[in-house]
């Protein structure tokens, strides 16, 4: 696609995004009414509960007998369409959480697939692929394959047979793109994967990287075959207003195992205090229906506003969508880090600050992040961030509410026409 504009000044900016606005009606009416039906899933679960007041409160020391722990694990387990869950502040991110159900799965001598090409970066020293000295899965003696994506980005399904020659104890599925540029899996892509792999392995554990993804569609990955799934809850599940957290949820002793690494063995998920903070647990999971459609609304408009300046975006805007990530090739470090400071500027919280490329832990390169949200990187709110290195793709995902998202994008806009024209 050719590139028409770096990008519009503000009151161009503004027109721009007002039109695009417009031309989205139908599809942000359709995203808004599909809250009913997630939403209607999140009451049903809290009735099937009986939850109460009395659930908001924990208890002290090890957690033992916690009535609102118990509770909020199988009202998560009823949403995610799962035979069981484990909700815990204990888990300090999606990939504390996917960690913990890889190596309370896996054993010395097993082998991991991954389907999906090179899973998200922060992963790549769990696994073993980056790192040493630190315990990952490789120095405990588990093999791994990776089964590359076909040139258009999707899960090679015509080799998965002999990828799965070897004996291999799970297969892991990343339904997100993570920081790729293919299409996120829908959930009937990774239900006929499962089914694939059952076919071909019965004894694979299927397990799948449900982050960014919970509540865009009608079923998640457990309702379609998935044995396993893991995220995280400031993304979102947690409704904008969880402190911090993840779940793994599937079956009961699949979710146990994993459990079992968070804790110790013969612990397992009867340990674990809430900090008296599930009443935001239970109250995000309630928001989050409204949140994921404000956030997939947001991602349509960012879609529509730079594909319409010439940018290649992904997924293109309207499309069915699997999570709420939007990514959008920018081509430059300069307009990635103009972007990101635009972003930041127009955030609730820090928008004083100056996003600058940096080292984070757990990733391969440098990144330009902003998110400047109320929960410390919050994915839910609204964000964006992109690994310096080519072709410099800015993903953007979150939003309590589209306005802001489009308030954003007036201040990128007019940054990306101040630039001098890149090389």
């Known amino acids: 696609m050719e590139q028409v504009l770096p990008g519009l000044g503000e009151a161009a900016g503004h027109g721009a995004i007002a039109a695009a606005l417009e031309r989205l009606a139908p599809v942000a009416a359709r995203r808004t009414a599909d809250v009913r039906p997630r939403l209607a899933r999140v009451l049903d679960a809290f009735t099937a509960e009986r939850l109460g007041v009395h659930h908001f409160a924990s208890v002290s020391g090890y957690g033992h007998g916690d009535l609102g722990r118990q509770v909020l694990d199988r009202v998560f387990a009823r949403v995610l369409q799962a035979e069981a869950a484990a909700v815990r502040l204990q888990f300090v991110s999606g990939t504390h959480a996917i960690t913990a ?7 010395p001598g097993d082998r991991l697939l991954a389907l999906t090409g090179r899973p998200y970066d922060t992963l790549e020293e769990v696994i073993g692929l980056r790192g040493r000295g630190q315990g990952s899965l490789a120095e405990f003696g588990i093999t791994y394959g990776e089964l590359p994506l076909t040139e258009g980005g999707e899960v090679d399904e015509a080799s998965l047979e002999d990828a799965l ?3 291999t104890r799970m297969v892991l599925i990343q339904r997100s793109c993570g920081y790729s540029w293919r299409p996120s899996l829908p959930v009937a892509t990774i239900g006929r994967l499962c089914e694939r792999v059952k076919a071909l392995r019965p004894d694979c554990v299927c397990f799948v990287d449900n982050c960014y993804g919970e509540l865009v569609q009608e079923l998640e990955p457990t309702a379609v075959g998935a044995d396993l799934i893991a995220g995280s809850l400031i993304k979102n599940l947690g409704g904008t207003i969880a402190p911090t957290g993840g779940y793994v949820a599937g079956q009961r002793e699949l979710v146990e195992m994993a459990c079992c690494r968070l804790t110790a063995p013969g612990i397992g998920g009867e340990g674990g205090t809430g900090f008296d903070l599930y009443r935001l647990l239970f109250q995000g999971l309630f928001l989050a229906p409204q949140m994921v459609a404000e956030a997939l609304i947001g991602a349509d408009l960012v879609a529509e506003v730079f594909g319409g300046l010439g940018y290649p ?9 699997s999570d709420v990530i939007q990514a959008v090739r920018l081509g430059h470090p300069d307009r990635l880090i103009a972007v990101c400071r635009a972003f930041q500027q127009a955030s609730p919280v820090g928008a004083y600050l100056d996003p600058v490329p940096a080292p984070m832990p757990g990733y391969a390169s440098d990144l330009v992040m902003a998110g400047g949200t109320f929960i410390d990187g919050s994915t839910s709110e609204f ?40 090389d």
């Open 383 to 422: 964000s964006a961030d992109g690994p310096l290195r080519e072709p410099y793709v800015l993903y953007a995902q979150g939003g309590t509410h589209h306005g802001h998202v489009a308030l954003a994008l007036e201040r990128a806009l007019a940054a990306l026409a101040a630039l001098p024209e890149a």
């Open 101 to 107: 159900a890889l190596f309370g799965v896996l054993r």
């Open 165 to 167: 020659a070897p004996p």
């Open 313 to 321: 975006v992904n997924p293109a805007p309207g499309a069915e969508r």
